[in-house]
Every structure is written in structure tokens, then in C-alpha cells.
């Protein structure tokens, strides 16, 4: 794809070719590319199938866009909205598998992008010519399928055990013809290829003699030749697989959620020595190795969340799922037939659901999205779903759950999650089949019923992110089969105690708040068993009421007691008011730790060595007043060394540390790419750090600055409160040829840069900000690859220098705030053509813009707030052609030039698509 800018429409690049030959993998490539990314300013994803709805389309891009949900529900709106992110951006856009020939839909959908910046591209994969020829401004690139050879390559690289087969194997000319019957479709080898590992020369003979290749071709595509794949699956995985027919297409598949509603349908069966999450993690994984997964993504512990399904397994899986499986937009007044069992809905409201009759016996019911719209589950819907195994209404508005949710005797899955709720019924606590309970991020859920120990089968109770709740109920140590408890709440009544952990086999998280509640020894603490549960990957430790002195008196044995596994990755240490730290941690015992943070650990002279933690990457200080070194003098303790793994430290909030070590001689952290010390006002002697690629420094003393000269490998540099500092000493940044960023804040006495700018040729943003002292700005001509310049509470500034302030010729975005002495834009500035944002706030001399404005052909934003002198915008405002969003705040005789359609100004505005005055617009033309 060319990303030289088009100085006309936006350009639409339509990759073309039948399904499963690699389209949605080329344009992935193509969006993830590193190129790509650094070019356009926004990158938008959109699946868009067999419906080219274009309101659901434009939902799409505005939640591809901002990560966030988009419950806007009125079209004017959503375009708007859509204006709003594509405005004054270049950006990419990607449309994956339209069917849509129909011409007045794309022109209605193109119509929301007019107004991106110049450059900005759409890239569209389609299964049809014509598709391409409605849409395209560019001839289309037609994919070719593999060569028989590669075909055959990656056909065995599924099929054998080591991806390749042993030269006296019978089955290489069986294979060698299958992979050819393949057609160079990357898709079938590779499902095929995975299907027949392991298996017999019958198999494999079956597959080559199959009918099924008959019916391969342009027309029905290759979902014949998957049905083959499908049929060499045991049972258990073909119910597993059409179950996925239940999400949409494109959708992140969320692994742990899926598995659980694997479990409550019961297609996971229990197998001798195997938990059922064991199980149900080999089927998930069978199935990803089999192909009919993809994109599975990890978390930072290399272990696979989500993953999802390429568009042609979805219309298998939806296939030979029939009427069992059905996903339904109740918009469409849908028919349910009486042989569905699983129902996925995309709904706005409950009352629309009356279609769910009684004579249904639904096992699953799926809120896919969640709805704001939906407030209750009525009384007479759950009389009406008595069959139901797995309910799944999270991301609502629900406060309450009516009580006749007792009457689901059947229901192993319940999903709140992201909901309003407040208190579950106490009915709840009748669902003894109950194996999943999800409340993550109920944050106004008060509480638990009491008697939640009853629920005897429960193996996952969520409650990550209910900041409310205050305790749990008694008896949650009765819970035996429990897995999933990301918080555990230490109560001083009987049954609420920490040793109500012991019996407990917890996986992933475990947060144990309120530790101060633990009164009665260390006893009780051992019996919670930490020790053993080495299916715990990430402990946090936490003590919220320190006041009491005589909690004092037993915390070094509480949290010696709270030994974990030595198998443990995460640890998190909060408030503990102890004089040192637990032995484990101290001694070579936490082996395989990667994350640790130690929070408000106020008495604690002594931090863990480095050298006893050889895996830690990720390491966090906070507010450790006692602590004079980071690591100890002794011989026992000086094992930082090149060799440690470190890569990001903060430290924050240490008000008597004064140095790395009180030895001579420097320790190297060589792996250590990010640094932030912030508050640590006596902290002068830093490591050698030859790695270092982001340093941020807040509020330290002016000496540690001598040990950043000595530093040349900084991409980024962020310096703040350095009250007493006048001059950048000497080789601060003058050696740094590559940084990138530097940002200055907070900086009262700082006079000027002392020439330190001069070297940085490949500086791309600079940040000044809350330097009162500084009044000129001479070195910023060197920077000629700078791109985004912005300055704030700067009020020696006088003025920006005219001729030395022309060479930023390379500059887009310029912001000037809070500066209550600059009078006016220097005139050189007309020369920053490529300059694409103008901010100007709180400026108050400033009482006019100069004609040559105009000469910024590039500018596509300007806002103009709280500079109440400024009396009216120049005539050249007009000749601002790119300009697409303008926003006007507290400039009282501004406004009253520009009032729409009255006022005397308005005239050179009126051409501006999005215009804002005191917040909300006065003008969005769509």
C-alpha cells in the first residue's frame, strides 16, 4: 500500500480473492506494520460480513477508535461522532469482509470521511470483483493462492509431529495430494494439516477420497473441505466448536469465560487425576491447534485470554450448529424455533426479549454486549427460562435481580459483571448447581449473601474490581471446589478469618485485604497454607488500618507466616508496618518472581536483594520512608550485578534515600530500559544504566543531574522540580543525539538550556512547562525534526523568537498556555506549512491573529480558550481550506463577532465543519 498522500478523496485499496486465501491475515500485516502505525494517527478495524448496516458500521469505528463501547443510538449522532475522531487525522481504515454491491451505502458511509486529513486510506478485503470496483479508487490487488509446494510445506508443517515427515513415512504421497487439492488455499492445508496429525493412514485416505472436494470452488469456497476437518473432531470438540457460532464474527473469543460456559453446558466431561478447568483448557487448546482458533492473544505471563475465529470457521461452526446455536438481533423481530437451546442477543431492552416463549427450553442466554438501556431482568423472563445453565446479563444497568432467579435449579453460569447491582437475593443461595458467579467490577455491590456457602459446587466467584464490599460471608472456606477468588477480605468474626483459605485451591490472582484483622497469632495464618498453593501466579498483601500501634506487635510474624509458593510471579507488599521484610523474600526463595511492588512500607530499613531475585523485571517503591540505600552494604546482600534482569524501576516518595549503596564504585544494571524517581529529595547516586531508554526524574536533587550527563542512550527525558536549578548543566542532553522527547516542568529558577538543545537533530517533541525565569527561546531553530512544541506557565516569555523559531519547519501541532505576557505570534511562524493543531489558552494580551494565519495551508485544528482580549479573527481565516474543527472558550468579544448567522465575523468561519463555542457546537456539518 502507498502512503505517499493523495491530495484528493481518500484512497480505497480493495484486496480481493476467495475465502481462506489470506486477505484478513494481509491486512492485519499491512495495520500492524511499524511503518504503518508511526504514519497515520489513528487505526481502525472494522468487521463488517454479509450486512453492510451502516449505522452498526459507524458504531463500530467509533469503538475501534476509542477502546470504548458506543451506546450512541440516534444515526445523526453516531455520525457526528464518527466526524469527531476522523477530523483533523490521518488515518487508516480497514474494512474486512464486505459483501456490500449496493452503491449508495458505501457513498453514505464514505460521506463520514471526508473530513480526514490528507493521506488517509481505506483498505477493504472482499470475496467479490464487483465489490472492489464499487468501492475502490485503485486498481484491486488480486490474491493468488500458494503454490502447490508451499501448500504442501505448510501442510505438513500441521501434520507431522515435528512439522516435517520421516523420508521412509507412507503417508507423503497421500499428504502431497491433499495439500494439491487444497487449490493453494493457506486455510484448508493448515486445518487439514492439524486434523490428520496423529492419525491413521485411513484417516488420511479418507480425506483425499472425500466427495466433499467436488464442491470446492468459487461459488460455496472452501467450507466443504472444512466440514472435513470438523468431522475428524471427537464429539466433545465438535459441541465446543459450534458453541462459538453464539459470538459474533471478529469477536475476541475471552478464553476464561468461554471455558466456563463449556462447563456449565456440560461438554467438558471429568477425567481421572484432571480438573475440569484442566480439560476444558486441552479442548481449548486442541482446538486452537486444530486451526478453528486464531489470533490468540497472551497476558503478561505468556498465557493465552482471548483469541478468535476466522470469518469462514464462523459460517462452519454456524453450520453444523443448525438451529441449536443462534445469535439474533431482536431489532428483526425475530423467530425463535423450538429446537434452540443457545441464544446469544443483541437487545436494548429488556421488554423487547417477549419473543423468548415458554415453551423454550433455552440451556444458554448471552447479553453479548450489554446493553446501558436494560435496568431489570423482569419476573415472568426468568419463570420463562427454568431449563437455563448460563445467563449472561453483564454490562447493564441492573440495580436488582428479582428473587425468582431461585427457580433457575439448573444454572451452573451467571455473568453481572460491569453491572449496577447492589446486593444479590439471598435466593441465589438455593442454585446448588451453581459453578460460575462473575461480578468483575460491580462497583456498587455492597454485598455478598450470607449464605453463600452453600452454594457447595461454586468454583469461580469473581469479585475483582467491587470496591464496596467491606466483608465477605462466613464460611467461604466450605467452598472446597474454589478456584477463582480474586479478593479475600480478613473479617475478625468467626468464619472470616484468613484461615478460611486453607482448604481453598486458588488459581491466577489472590488480593488479601485488611490483614490487620488478624488477631489471634500467626497461627491461623499458616493454616491459610500459601505455602502450597503453587497455582497462584500473583499475591497482594494489604493492611488498611495502620493506626492502631498494637497492630505493630505480631505483623513480622503475620507476614512471615504468609510464606507464598515459590513458584509465585506477582507480589505486591501495601502498608505492611513492620521493621523488615519476610525471609522469603529477603533470601533466594522467590526464584521465578517477575513483578514487585512494595507500597507504604514506611519502617522498613532494608530492601530485597536484586542478586536473590534473578528473574524480576518489573520493580515498584513507594513511600518507604526508612530506607537510606537500595541495596545494603553487607557481603551478603551486594548482588546487583550486569547480570540482573531488571528492566523498569520507580521509586517515589523516599525522603531519606541518598544513594544506590554507601559501597564505593557504581553497580551497572544493563537490562534497565525505564527509570522513574520522583520525591526522593536527598537520592543522588544513580547506577550505570547503558540501556536506559526512558528517564523521568521529579522533584530530586539538582546532583543526580551529574549523573544523567554520563547517560547517551535516552530515547525519552522528563525533568520536574528542580526548584533550585538555573542553568542544564553542562552534557545534560548535548551528548543524547538520539533522543526523541524531552519535557521540562516545574522548573521556577530555570533562566535558559545553556546550549543544550543545539545537538538534538532528531528531536520530535519538546514540552516547557511552569518555567517562569526562562524569557528567551533562542535554541529551538536547531530543532529541525521537531513535531510537537508546547509551552505553559512560561510568563517570562515576552515573545517567541522571530528568526530563530523559522526552522521548525517540520512542526504539526504548537500549543502556547498560560503564557500572561506574549502579546503575539511571531511572524516567522507563517512558514509552518506542515503545522496541523494551534492551540492558544489563557494568553490575555494577545488580543488579535495575524492575516498571514491563512499561510498555514495544513492547519486543521484551532482553539482559541480564555484569551478575553482577543477582539476578532483575520479576514485570511477563509483561505483555511483544511481547517475542520475550530473551539472557542471564554474570549467574550470573540463570541460576539462569531455568533452564527448574526454576527458582523461570522462570515470567515461559517466554511469550518465543527465548530465549539463555551463547549457545545454551534456548527457539525455532516
Given at each position: 500500500m502507498d502512503l505517499s498522500d493523495d491530495p484528493g478523496d481518500v484512497s480505497v485499496f480493495p484486496i480481493v480473492g476467495m475465502g481462506g486465501l489470506g486477505k484478513t491475515t494481509l491486512a492485519k500485516l499491512v495495520y500492524n506494520d511499524k511503518s504503518v502505525e508511526e504514519h497515520f494517527e489513528r487505526r481502525i478495524w472494522v468487521c463488517v460480513s454479509e450486512e453492510f448496516d451502516v449505522k452498526k458500521i459507524m458504531k463500530a469505528v467509533v469503538e475501534s477508535a476509542t477502546g470504548n463501547r458506543c451506546d450512541l443510538l440516534e444515526m445523526e449522532t453516531i455520525h457526528r461522532r464518527v466526524q469527531e475522531l476522523m477530523t483533523r487525522k490521518r488515518f487508516l481504515l480497514v474494512l474486512d469482509d464486505v459483501w456490500n454491491e449496493d452503491h449508495e451505502k458505501w457513498d453514505r458511509l464514505k460521506n463520514s470521511m471526508r473530513h480526514g486529513s490528507v493521506g488517509s486510506k481505506v483498505l477493504v478485503t472482499t470475496r467479490s470483483e464487483k465489490v472492489a470496483l464499487i468501492m475502490g479508487t485503485v486498481s484491486p490487488y488480486h490474491l493468488k493462492g500458494l503454490s502447490d509446494e508451499n501448500c504442501w510445506l505448510l501442510f505438513q508443517k500441521r501434520a507431522f509431529k515435528n512439522g516435517k515427515p520421516e523420508e521412509t513415512s507412507n503417508l507423503i504421497a497421500i499428504g502431497k495430494e491433499i495439500a494439491r487439492k487444497c487449490k493453494g488455499v493457506p486455510l484448508a492445508a493448515k486445518a487439514l494439516g492439524s486434523s490428520l496429525a496423529l492419525k491413521r493412514k485411513d484417516d488420511w485416505l479418507n480425506v483425499r477420497n472425500s466427495e466433499m472436494w467436488k464442491f470446492m470452488g468459487e461459488e460455496v469456497g472452501i467450507l466443504p473441505v472444512l466440514r472435513l476437518s470438523y468431522r475428524n473432531l471427537p464429539s466433545h470438540l465438535k459441541q465446543c466448536f459450534a458453541y462459538c457460532s453464539l459470538f459474533p464474527k471478529d469477536y475476541k473469543i475471552k478464553k476464561e469465560n468461554l471455558i466456563h460456559l463449556w462447563m456449565a453446558e456440560g461438554f467438558i466431561q471429568p477425567?481421572?487425576?484432571?480438573?475440569?478447568?484442566?480439560?476444558?483448557n486441552e479442548c481449548f487448546d486442541e482446538l486452537l491447534c486444530r486451526s478453528f482458533f486464531q489470533n490468540a492473544a497472551k497476558d503478561s505471563n505468556g498465557d493465552i485470554v482471548e483469541c478468535e475465529m476466522h470469518h469462514l470457521l464462523h459460517d462452519l461452526a454456524k453450520s453444523v450448529a443448525g438451529n441449536a446455536c443462534l445469535m439474533l438481533d431482536v431489532c428483526q423481530q425475530p423467530i425463535i424455533p423450538s429446537d434452540t437451546r443457545h441464544l446469544s442477543v443483541l437487545c436494548n431492552e429488556t421488554k423487547k426479549m417477549k419473543f423468548i416463549r415458554d415453551n423454550l427450553k433455552l440451556r444458554s442466554l448471552l447479553l453479548l454486549f450489554g446493553q446501558q438501556k436494560i435496568a431489570k431482568v423482569p419476573h415472568n423472563l426468568i419463570m420463562r427460562m427454568k431449563c437455563l445453565r448460563a445467563l449472561d446479563i453483564s454490562s447493564t444497568r441492573i440495580k436488582k435481580l428479582s428473587k425468582s432467579v431461585g427457580a433457575l435449579k439448573h444454572?451452573?453460569?451467571?455473568?453481572?459483571?460491569?453491572?449496577?447491582?447492589?446486593?444479590?437475593?439471598?435466593?441465589?443461595?438455593?442454585?446448588?448447581?451453581?459453578?460460575?458467579?462473575?461480578?468483575?467490577?460491580?462497583?456498587?455491590?455492597?454485598?455478598?449473601?450470607?449464605?453463600?456457602?452453600?452454594?457447595?459446587?461454586?468454583?469461580?466467584?469473581?469479585?475483582?474490581?467491587?470496591?464496596?464490599?467491606?466483608?465477605?460471608?462466613?464460611?467461604?472456606?466450605?467452598?472446597?471446589?474454589?478456584?477463582?477468588?480474586?479478593?479475600?477480605?480478613?473479617?475478625?468474626?468467626?468464619?472470616?478469618?484468613?484461615?478460611?483459605?486453607?482448604?481453598l485451591d486458588l488459581h491466577g490472582e489472590l488480593k488479601i485485604t485488611n490483614l490487620e484483622n488478624v488477631r489471634n497469632g500467626v497461627g491461623s495464618v499458616k493454616d491459610a497454607n500459601l505455602k502450597d498453593k503453587r497455582h497462584i501466579h500473583s499475591l497482594k498483601f494489604i493492611w488498611e488500618d495502620v493506626a492502631d500501634v498494637s497492630l505493630r506487635e505480631n505483623v513480622d510474624g503475620v507476614i512471615e507466616a504468609l510464606q507464598p509458593s515459590s513458584e509465585l510471579k506477582k507480589l505486591t507488599i501495601e502498608n505492611y508496618m513492620g521493621s523488615k521484610f519476610p525471609s522469603w523474600l529477603m533470601n533466594h526463595y522467590l526464584t521465578n518472581l517477575v513483578e514487585l511492588s512494595l507500597i507504604?512500607?514506611?519502617?522498613?530499613?532494608?530492601?530485597?536483594?536484586?542478586?536473590?531475585?534473578?528473574?524480576?523485571?518489573?520493580?515498584?517503591?513507594?513511600?518507604?520512608?526508612?530506607?537510606?540505600?537500595?541495596?545494603?552494604?553487607?557481603?551478603?546482600?551486594?548482588g546487583v550485578a550486569d547480570?540482573?534482569?531488571?528492566?523498569?524501576?520507580?521509586?517515589?516518595?523516599?525522603?531519606?534515600?541518598?544513594?544506590?549503596?554507601?559501597?564505593?564504585?557504581?553497580?551497572?544494571l544493563s537490562c534497565l530500559k525505564e527509570l522513574k524517581v520522583e520525591d526522593a529529595p536527598e537520592f543522588i547516586n544513580l547506577p550505570n544504566l547503558p540501556s536506559m531508554e526512558c528517564l523521568e526524574l521529579i522533584y530530586c536533587r539538582e546532583d543526580i543531574l551529574m549523573n544523567v550527563t554520563e547517560m547517551t542512550s535516552p530515547s525519552n527525558i522528563t525533568l520536574g522540580g528542580f526548584e533550585e536549578l538555573v542553568d542544564l548543566p553542562q552534557g545534560l542532553l548535548s551528548n543524547k543525539t538520539g533522543l526523541l522527547s524531552f519535557e521540562i516542568k516545574d522548573c521556577p529558577k530555570l533562566v535558559n538550556f545553556s546550549g543544550e538543545l543545539n545537538s538534538l537533530s532528531l528531536l520530535q517533541s519538546l514540552s516547557i512547562s511552569n518555567c517562569p525565569n526562562i524569557k528567551c527561546l533562542s535554541e529551538l531553530g536547531v530543532l529541525k525534526a521537531l513535531k510537537s512544541l508546547a509551552i505553559d506557565r512560561c510568563h517570562g516569555l515576552l515573545s517567541l523568537p522571530e528568526e530563530e523559531i523559522q526552522g521548525l519547519t517540520s512542526l504539526q501541532h504548537f500549543s502556547l498556555s498560560n503564557c500572561e505576557n506574549i502579546t503575539a505570534l511571531p511572524y516567522t511562524m507563517q512558514q509552518f506549512t506542515n503545522l496541523q493543531t494551534l492551540h492558544i489558552w489563557s494568553c490575555p494580551k494577545v488580543d488579535s491573529l495575524p492575516e498571514w494565519l491563512g499561510n498555514l495551508v495544513s492547519l486543521r485544528e484551532l482553539?482559541?480558550?480564555?484569551?478575553?482580549?482577543?477582539?476578532?479573527?483575520?479576514?485570511?481565516?477563509?483561505?483555511?481550506?483544511?481547517?475542520?474543527?475550530?473551539?472557542?472558550?471564554?474570549?467574550?468579544?470573540?463570541?460576539?463577532?462569531?455568533?452564527?448567522?448574526?454576527?458582523p465575523d461570522w462570515y470567515k468561519i461559517q466554511h469550518i465543519p465543527f465548530i465549539k463555542v463555551n463547549g457545545p457546537y454551534i456548527q457539525a456539518i455532516v
Open positions: 477425567t481421572r487425576g484432571k480438573q475440569l478447568e484442566a480439560v476444558a444454572l451452573r453460569y451467571l455473568n453481572l459483571s460491569h453491572s449496577h447491582i447492589k446486593k444479590l437475593p439471598d435466593t441465589i443461595c438455593s442454585l446448588y448447581n451453581l459453578e460460575t458467579l462473575l461480578l468483575l467490577q460491580c462497583i456498587r455491590l455492597e454485598k455478598l449473601p450470607d449464605d453463600l456457602r452453600k452454594l457447595i459446587n461454586l468454583r469461580h466467584l469473581n469479585i475483582y474490581g467491587c470496591g464496596l464490599l467491606s466483608k465477605l460471608p462466613n464460611g467461604i472456606g466450605e467452598l472446597t471446589s474454589l478456584k477463582t477468588l480474586p479478593t479475600f477480605i480478613v473479617g475478625r468474626e468467626i468464619g472470616c478469618g484468613i484461615s478460611e483459605l486453607k482448604s507504604k512500607c514506611c519502617r522498613c530499613v532494608q530492601l530485597p536483594s536484586l542478586g536473590k531475585l534473578p528473574l524480576l523485571e518489573f520493580l515498584t517503591i513507594d513511600e518507604m520512608d526508612a530506607t537510606m540505600y537500595f541495596c545494603s552494604d553487607s557481603k551478603e546482600n551486594t547480570d540482573v534482569s531488571l528492566k523498569r524501576l520507580s521509586l517515589k516518595s523516599m525522603p531519606n534515600l541518598l544513594g544506590w549503596s554507601s559501597a564505593e564504585g557504581r553497580v551497572i482553539e482559541l480558550w480564555y484569551c478575553e482580549n482577543l477582539l476578532y479573527l483575520p479576514e485570511s481565516m477563509q483561505g483555511l481550506t483544511a481547517l475542520q474543527f475550530l473551539s472557542i472558550w471564554g474570549c467574550p468579544q470573540l463570541e460576539i463577532h462569531l455568533e452564527k448567522d448574526k454576527g
